[in-house]
């Protein structure tokens, strides 16, 4: 296992993987999801590296995904509150068997495990963006006027929505390069993951339009 | 913090008074109350917002250091802003008012508070920026990709809010109402992007507008 190579290296105290323990404390105070995924990218990465508590790391982006994406939802789709969480998470059940396939068969050294809670980052940080961006889009629901109009608040919020994801990808590439050992191991992959990144980005568009988000 | 935003709030609410003077009392009075809840509210919808993208870009402080950094920089801005009051309302006082014929010294108005408020927005954020690289320890590249994402957000949601606000002063009649809201302007645009886009854009204008002038 690459994990265990990488076990023997030093580590700086910000760039040890998150334990259960404190992965576990998250689900008490949610809002410091922001601190792990965003600020504490180092530990994140170095989880990922040594595939060190993924089960719970990977059960922790998930749930975030999807619930952190409810409000900007509940605000761009009344009838439907979880579509914009189903689009991120929906999107990338989609495309992860394509990102692992190619992967294994390319000679990947990331396993499935690593694969998918690298691929969750992104849409964790999406969704963590669409929750900042709600207050902006009820403000904007608030004072435009419904109807026919060249700018519409919902246009914009699905421009917001554009923001969130770029950002998402901004982010999956800073987590990359946080760790020498991650970069080490996804230096194999990294034009399949830019290539998937491309299928991922189009498979959103696709998965909004079914879902009537645009 | 709070000491942070009642400062702003008085410092806004004096520049308000300023430029609303060259309109009519009322709409001074009026100001004092849109120009600080144009400021506050825009960094209170915006917070969240600032706080991940300078997160994302690298900051380390936490939400409270970061707020209150943004909370300086419209405090500054306001600060700056109320320091331009004076020569502001001397300017109201004095200019050549709009009258049937032509808009007076209006448009000289207009132009110099938009500098003012260019002027104040820009410096406050230059001081802020260099609080945020030094105490944040981000390089300058992260630094000011930091500054220029708040600024994107803020006019999103500034821009719009004082739309929404409109009129601070002007040459509409004493019988406006407190603020416009969503109501189409002359070319029928009835939020700040689609004013901007018209701008851009210009549709024709509404049969017989000429004719019937501003008013």
């Known amino acids: ?214 | 913090m709070p000491r942070l935003a009642v400062t702003a709030a008085i410092c806004a609410a004096l520049y308000g008074l300023a430029i609303g003077m060259v309109h009519s009392p009322l709409f001074a009075a009026r100001n004092m109350v849109k120009l600080p809840l144009l400021l506050l509210a825009t960094a209170a919808i915006c917070g969240p917002a600032y706080y991940l993208l300078a997160r994302l870009l690298g900051a380390r402080a936490g939400a409270g250091a970061l707020l209150r950094l943004v909370l300086r920089m419209f405090h500054d801005t306001a600060l700056l802003l109320a320091a331009l009051a004076p020569a502001s309302l001397f300017l109201a006082l004095t200019l050549r008012r709009p009258d049937g014929i032509g808009l007076g010294d209006y448009p000289l108005f207009l132009g110099l508070n938009v500098a003012f408020v260019a002027a104040a927005g820009t410096l406050a954020l230059a001081r802020q920026a260099r609080g945020l690289l030094r105490e944040q320890r981000l390089g300058l590249r992260r630094g000011l990709l930091v500054v220029a994402s708040w600024l994107a957000v803020t006019l999103l949601v500034g821009g719009q809010w004082a739309w929404y606000l409109r009129p601070f002063f002007g040459v509409s009649r004493q019988d406006t109402p407190f603020c416009l809201g969503s109501a189409a302007d002359y070319r029928g645009a009835t939020n700040f992007y689609e004013a901007v886009y018209h701008l851009l854009r210009p549709p024709p204008l509404p049969a017989g507008f000429l004719r019937r002038g501003w008013r």
Do not use: N
């Open chain 1, 1 to 214: 296992m690459h994990a265990k190579i990488f076990e023997t290296e030093e580590r700086a105290p910000e760039s040890v993987p998150l334990s259960r323990a404190e992965l576990l404390r998250l689900l008490a105070a949610p809002h410091r999801v922001v601190d792990v995924v965003l600020a504490g990218r180092r530990r994140l990465a170095a989880s990922l590296a040594l595939e060190r508590d993924l089960a719970p790391l990977t059960a922790l982006l998930l749930l975030t995904s999807v619930a952190a994406a409810l409000p900007f939802g509940a605000l761009l789709d009344g009838e439907g509150c979880w579509r914009v969480g189903l689009l991120l998470v929906g999107s990338l059940l989609v495309c992860f068997p394509s990102l692992h396939v190619f992967g294994a068969l390319l000679g990947s050294r990331l396993c499935a495990a690593q694969s998918l809670a690298l691929s969750l980052v992104l849409t964790c940080v999406a969704a963590l963006f669409t929750l900042a961006f709600a207050p902006i889009l009820w403000f904007l629901q608030a004072t435009m006027r419904a109807g026919p109009s060249a700018v519409t608040p919902r246009q914009i919020g699905v421009l917001l929505l554009g923001a969130a994801l770029l950002a998402g990808v901004f982010h999956l590439f800073r987590v990359l390069r946080a760790d020498a050992a991650l970069r080490r191991l996804a230096a194999s992959s990294l034009v399949l993951l830019m290539l998937w990144l491309q299928l991922f980005l189009f498979v959103t568009y696709r998965m909004a339009l079914f879902l009537g988000l645009l």
